[in-house]
């Protein structure tokens, strides 16, 4: 069978879709093993919300394994292969790390809780097949461009080092803004108030905000060839949908939204893309 490939200008070889293709595999089986783990772990503690920590995880596992495959069959470029690998990593393991922390001592996540109390049978069935098996496929399809850029051989250049800044911008929004956050909620005094300092006076969603620029950088590491590129499109755009339209941005407004003061909040400071607050508006 003759191996499919295309030539990237610039590049001491070619991209070889066919060792993308058996990495797509691969890397879907990694992601599958991280939810089935988890779904474990949750039974024996009878918590569905330890699946929150296994996303982060999830997309260390899937960097870890392309960036080994690739390597092992000679594919891609060694400085650009490692570059993702470790900002993919870094990101996913501080993201679970945070959510252990944030959840430790806690019941069970009140949006599973009303989720599956609407379960037809097993709850635990249930969970399994519309939470574990539904978060590891998006783990797959938004990691693509982590997979693709594992085993783009060309070298790294401005694009990528443009993708560096953006990732650092997004690492400083989500990790920043949950300390914060993290502060303001163990102030006793702040309870009932809504968070509206430091980014989160910039932006109601300085984390989400932060994940957006994440994963739009990683996508250009992968975006050296525009037919890579194209071809991994779909990833930062599931999730830019899941941040601002899905079970991001969206879902946390409506349960914000009869908290005494959060409407005044919200009239001042950017729903998304950060900006100066708006000055109260004074009643006459």
């Known amino acids: 069978m003759t191996s499919m490939?295309?030539?990237?200008?610039?590049?001491?070889?070619?991209?070889?879709?066919?060792?993308?293709?058996?990495?797509?595999?691969?890397?879907?089986?990694?992601?599958?093993?991280?939810?089935?783990?988890?779904?474990?772990?949750?039974?024996?503690?009878?918590?569905?919300?330890?699946?929150?920590?296994?996303?982060?995880?999830?997309?260390?596992?899937?960097?870890?394994?392309?960036?080994?495959?690739?390597?092992?069959?000679?594919?891609?470029?060694?400085?650009?292969?490692?570059?993702?690998?470790?900002?993919?990593?870094?990101?996913?393991?501080?993201l679970a790390a945070h959510i252990a922390w944030r959840g430790r001592g806690h019941g069970e996540d009140p949006r599973y809780d009303r989720m599956l109390a609407k379960a037809p049978g097993s709850r635990d069935a249930y969970a399994f097949r519309m939470v574990y098996l539904l978060q590891g496929a998006l783990v797959w399809l938004v990691s693509l461009p982590v997979q693709a850029a594992a085993y783009l051989p060309a070298p790294l250049g401005p694009l990528a080092v443009l993708g560096v800044l953006l990732w650092a911008t997004g690492l400083f929004f989500e990790s920043v803004g949950d300390w914060q956050l993290a502060r303001f909620k163990a102030d006793p005094a702040n309870r009932g108030r809504v968070m509206d300092r430091g980014l989160w006076s910039w932006t109601r969603h300085p984390n989400y905000f932060g994940d957006f620029c994440v994963w739009w950088g990683l996508f250009l590491l992968a975006a050296a060839d525009w037919r890579v590129g194209l071809t991994v499109l779909v990833s930062p755009l599931v999730m830019s949908f899941l941040l601002t339209r899905g079970s991001g941005k969206r879902l946390l407004e409506e349960h914000m939204a009869s908290r005494p003061g959060y409407a005044r909040y919200a009239a001042r400071v950017s729903g998304f893309f950060p900006r100066p607050p708006r000055s109260p508006v004074r009643r006459q």
């Open 5 to 94: 490939s295309w030539t990237i200008p610039g590049a001491d070889s070619a991209f070889d879709w066919s060792d993308f293709a058996l990495n797509l595999a691969a890397s879907a089986g990694a992601a599958l093993a991280v939810m089935l783990v988890t779904f474990a772990v949750a039974l024996v503690r009878g918590l569905h919300r330890v699946v929150d920590i296994a996303w982060g995880c999830g997309f260390a596992a899937v960097a870890v394994v392309s960036g080994t495959l690739s390597a092992t069959a000679g594919a891609g470029d060694d400085a650009r292969r490692l570059l993702v690998t470790s900002l993919t990593v870094a990101w996913g393991l501080r």
